[in-house]
């Protein structure tokens, strides 16, 4: 399916192949085993630079410019940090509590920090991104707004979801451009209903099944329960996780613009990405693993096909800004904490 | 580079998103090798000498890239013509290693088979060396923390009378007395007793050394045989320091998938955590066959009669279903009583 129905629009466009990836993807986990986790670093900057250099729009690519070495700086300072942390949980369980706090107080600078690198170390046609997200503005989003959001039990979520992508879209520069994303909270209430909707109609499917395949009573038999949250878990909530997230990464491209009268583009559906995840995983864990790069490059195709940019004035115009140092320590805390960070590509 | 040569790509202007049509020509001058970046209308954009210009390590098919000090971009797709200016790098020997090859096949194998030894031998070396550098006086901090929050979470004090305790004490004091002087004076043996309703008869080993017993224990199973095999199942985990030993290999574990794994995508990395958490449920289960082995052979060499393990289990074990073992940090009681059977049968 292709975006590109007006001259003015450009599909993205990702060149990589899985045959070339595997070689490089089985180097960097083979070096990384034989140094004990030490060329992870590096391996990451491969990755990146594989996957970025290999995106185009309109024969331009994206580009990744972090050295191993600054990720491994930054990887051993989280780590070293993380050890102490648990000797003293362990040991006295007042000041851990303490500590605690304070980590808690640290995550929106963690977090604004990973933001920060990501964006500078990342460049598109020459000229990099940056990001302006202040600790303050983290604090509310990443810290006050989530146990609001728990007190109204969750049903205010698709509000702090909305605030969280205005926070990572809003402060993303592209040299001196500004990004800008202006979505209707409707749309993005109207995903979580739809999401909200399949959990219940499985969940309840799921429950009739069962029950009544077992003749005992359901309430009495934790194997009926068990099952029932199973099917639940993967056939309804899975699932459904793909479907707010399609629905919404569609809304938030397709109402975010840049400087110069461009505007991104997104079409993915949630049943192509649902059964893209499900059968990579099925490959990857038949084939113990090995068919990993390949499963990437289908999502990395599958996203890029399905995402464009209409262009405004010329891509030739952007200005770059001056170079600004930025730390690692929050990209490694997200790595090891699992946290997606990177450029919504 | 012996000669003058050149080059088609696009040069990117410094500090901007400008690209356009240009070749690269390099050539000696005075005995350094200078490269210059000309636009197609014969206008010069860079020039400075090559070993001051930035070339990126060549990656798949990616553009191959040349940035000079101002921040000028030129690119290329000719692999092969612009190798005579990367030649001999440790980048190129590194892309030599990721070209689709044989080779791979070996390196293929190579994971496979770290991958497993890792998995099976190097986190528990990983554990054993984290283990041995913990500090003792770290240990025993793990203890009084632990302990802070058990009294504070589910404990009440002892409601023992004094004979009962004693009596209690004196098993251990027999039992503890058979373990080897080395392995006694090497940790800071403690018994200590506690009101735990919640918990039922149970009994728990801190790494320290620090061994707490439920007053239900003590009053549900008087049989000095099943309080002497609780105790020496009990002092087997000290010994063999299988509390720190899982939580090293857990933390190891979860560092290890992060780091080396990466970014697997939605749905995989669920599975890999669900596995890894199975995974470590085997390995619980299998300390707590151990220390049942330890609490058997010790508890029968302070001349106790190991039958009372057995009769501990099988009395718990009644009237609880035996399914779902993979799911539980615990071998189910009749396969435990199996085991403790047949163990029991070598002993004598």
Redesign the interface.
């Known amino acids: 399916m292709s975006l590109e129905q007006k001259n003015n629009s450009r599909d993205f466009i990702f060149?990589?192949n899985a045959?070339?990836?595997?070689?490089?993807w089985?180097?960097n986990?083979?070096l990384?085993?034989?140094t004990i986790?030490v060329y992870?670093a590096w391996?990451?900057v491969?990755?990146k630079?594989?996957f970025y250099?290999?995106t185009f729009v309109d024969?331009?690519?994206f580009?990744y410019h972090a050295t191993g070495g600054q990720i491994l700086k930054g990887?051993l300072i989280i780590?070293a940090a993380i050890i102490v942390f648990?000797?003293i949980l362990?040991?006295?369980?007042v000041v851990g509590l303490f500590l605690f706090i304070g980590l808690i107080l640290l995550f929106p600078w963690l977090i604004t920090r990973a933001m920060v690198f990501n964006a500078r170390m990342s460049s598109?046609?020459?000229?990099r991104f940056d990001f302006v997200g202040t600790y303050g503005r983290a604090a509310l989003v990443y810290l006050l707004y989530p146990i609001l959001s728990a007190l109204t039990l969750y049903t205010t979520f698709p509000i702090l979801d909305r605030t969280v992508k205005r926070f990572t879209i809003d402060n993303l520069r592209f040299?001196t451009a500004e990004f800008k994303v202006d979505i209707p909270l409707g749309a993005f209430y109207k995903a979580a209903v739809i999401a909200l909707l399949w959990v219940m109609v499985v969940a309840a499917a799921a429950y009739l099944t069962i029950a009544s395949a077992i003749i005992a009573s359901p309430e009495d038999n934790p194997?009926a329960v068990m099952l029932t949250g199973y099917a639940v878990f993967f056939i309804g909530l899975?699932p459904a996780?793909?479907i707010y997230q399609a629905l919404t990464r569609n809304i938030i491209y397709n109402s975010t613009t840049l400087s110069g009268g461009h505007a991104l583009r997104s079409n993915v559906s949630a049943t192509q990405l649902f059964w893209i995840?499900?059968s990579?995983?099925l490959v990857?864990?038949l084939t113990?693993?090995?068919m990993?790069p390949w499963?990437?490059v289908r999502?990395a195709r599958y996203l890029s096909d399905h995402t464009g940019v209409e262009i405004g004035s010329s891509?030739?115009?952007?200005?770059?800004?001056e170079q600004e140092k930025a730390t690692a320590l929050g990209d490694a805390y997200s790595?090891?904490e699992?946290l997606?960070v990177g450029l919504p590509i | 580079m012996t000669q003058a040569f050149s080059l088609q790509g696009h040069v990117y202007l410094a500090v901007s998103s400008r690209r356009m049509a240009a070749r690269i020509e390099a050539a000696p001058y005075e005995g350094v090798i200078w490269v210059r970046v000309i636009a197609e209308d014969g206008q010069e954009l860079a020039r400075a000498p090559l070993a001051d210009a930035k070339i990126d390590t060549a990656l798949g098919r990616t553009a191959r890239k040349l940035t000079f000090d101002d921040g000028t971009l030129f690119e290329t797709q000719d692999h092969a013509g612009f190798e005579a200016l990367d030649t001999g790098t440790r980048g190129a020997r590194l892309y030599a290693l990721e070209r689709f090859g044989p080779h791979l096949i070996a390196f293929t194998a190579a994971c496979l088979v770290a991958a497993f030894l890792l998995w099976r031998y190097g986190l528990d070396t990983i554990a054993a060396l984290a283990v041995a550098a913990t500090p003792q006086v770290v240990v025993e901090k793990i203890d009084t923390g632990t302990l802070q929050t058990i009294d504070f979470a589910m404990a009440e004090d002892s409601m023992l009378t004094n004979e009962e305790e004693a009596r209690a004490r004196s098993i251990y004091a027999r039992v503890l007395a058979a373990l080897p002087e080395n392995e006694r004076n090497t940790r800071d043996f403690e018994l200590l007793f506690r009101a735990m309703p919640a918990v039922g008869p149970n009994a728990f080993a801190l790494p320290g050394g620090t061994i707490v017993v439920t007053d239900e224990l003590i009053r549900e199973f008087p049989d000095a045989d099943v309080i002497a095999g609780i105790l020496g199942h009990e002092i087997g985990h000290v010994v063999e320091d299988h509390g720190l030993h899982r939580l090293y290999r857990s933390l190891g574990a979860y560092a290890l998938i992060a780091l080396l794994v990466g970014e697997t995508g939605p749905m995989l990395e669920d599975i890999l955590l669900e596995g890894n958490a199975l995974l470590s449920l085997s390995y619980s289960r299998a300390q707590e066959s151990a220390a049942d082995e330890f609490g058997l052979t010790l508890s029968h060499r302070a001349g106790f009669d190991p039958i009372g393990l057995k009769i501990f289990f099988e009395r718990l074990g009644a009237g609880i279903g035996d399914d779902m073992q993979w799911m539980s940090t615990h071998p189910n009681h009749s396969s435990r009583v199996e085991a403790i059977e047949l163990y029991i049968r070598g002993l004598e």
């Open positions: 060149k990589g045959k070339e990836w595997f070689g490089i089985i180097v986990l083979l990384s085993i034989v986790g992870s391996a990451k491969r990755t630079k594989y250099g290999n024969g331009r690519n580009d990887r780590i648990q000797i362990t040991i006295l369980p598109f046609s020459n000229v040299g194997m899975i996780g793909f995840a499900l990579n995983m990857v864990v113990l693993g090995l990993l499963a990437q999502v891509l030739d115009d952007f200005i770059g800004t790595d090891i699992g997606d």
